[in-house]
């Protein structure tokens, strides 16, 4: 099968979406086991000013919603970056999964160059053609998170390893 | 232009991997102002049982390097994995750079479906279309570490930030 602007985005966020939650049970139960409060891992940061695990999340959530958004042109729900627990942050998750499923593939294939104009920061934004926007900036971010999540939670002592981030419950 | 099994994989390793280089260069500088031996970033770790950055450098070049190779059936040089000096870890960096940039994008375009096998651990393969390999093992990896490179530096105080790990020198 062809690699196209679908295949080479939609099934590699879902992907790596669910393999995020299985993070995240990991990490619940490793709190409930350890009988401590959830919110030492949540609000945790690996660096003053780095983003706690909660902001994490949201942004490995935003950016896949967001970045489909932009290349398709299908129009996403906005979220309230509201969330606390690790139930509320494993819905965000999947509410990003639900939209990511709604995309149809057509809305994504063929759109390689299409000029994609997204903020950076709050002050500025940045023009790409969308194969780049997805492979140099949508794709770093959300790894990005993603990976940070992961090194939070191994930093605190959480029994995760690689193939826990790789292919997630088939681990 | 249409996105290609070259244009998925060359160009975003190079990318991220000048971008490496750019982490490592501002890491030596940070060591070298504050007067500090370079190897407490080097041979740190973000917990006991996770690879120090040494190792995390390492592997960011051979994920590449070794997934380009069988892919393309390209044959790719192999390192000793003995480098310690941030140097030594820019040169294992440019050395994987030479290698991607003498892969023609017609070794590796039309690729998608084939059958690829490799190693996972020291006692075990998994087979995966190429398409498969590349964009949920090759990718994932690859981004595992050097974001975990990342979250070493900025943990241990390098003053480092989002732009430096998506665009490099060009922040």
Same mark, same amino acid.
């Given at each position: ?18 393999? &995020? ?24 940061? &690996? ?78 934004? &940045? ?25 939070? &939670? ?18």
């Amino acid at each position: 099968m062809a690699l196209t602007m679908h295949t080479a985005s939609i099934p590699v966020f879902q992907h790596m979406l669910r393999n &995020l939650t299985h993070l995240l049970d990991k990490a619940e139960a490793h709190a409930t086991a350890r009988k401590f409060d959830p919110s030492a891992l949540t609000t945790f940061r &690996l660096a003053p000013d780095m983003l706690p695990l909660t902001r994490q999340i949201q942004i490995a959530c935003d950016g896949p919603k967001n970045g489909v958004m932009r290349i398709s042109g299908v129009e996403a729900p906005k979220f309230e970056d509201n969330e606390a627990t690790f139930a509320e942050l494993k819905a965000r998750i999947q509410k990003t999964l639900d939209y990511l499923a709604g995309v149809p593939a057509d809305a994504l294939n063929g759109t390689e160059d299409k000029e994609i104009t997204f903020p950076v920061g709050k002050e500025r934004t &940045l023009t790409m053609k969308a194969q780049n926007y997805l492979l140099t900036w949508v794709m770093p971010n959300f790894y990005f998170h993603i990976t940070t999540a992961y090194a939070i &939670l191994r930093h605190n002592g959480v029994e995760l390893g690689k193939q826990d981030y790789l292919v997630g419950a088939r681990a």
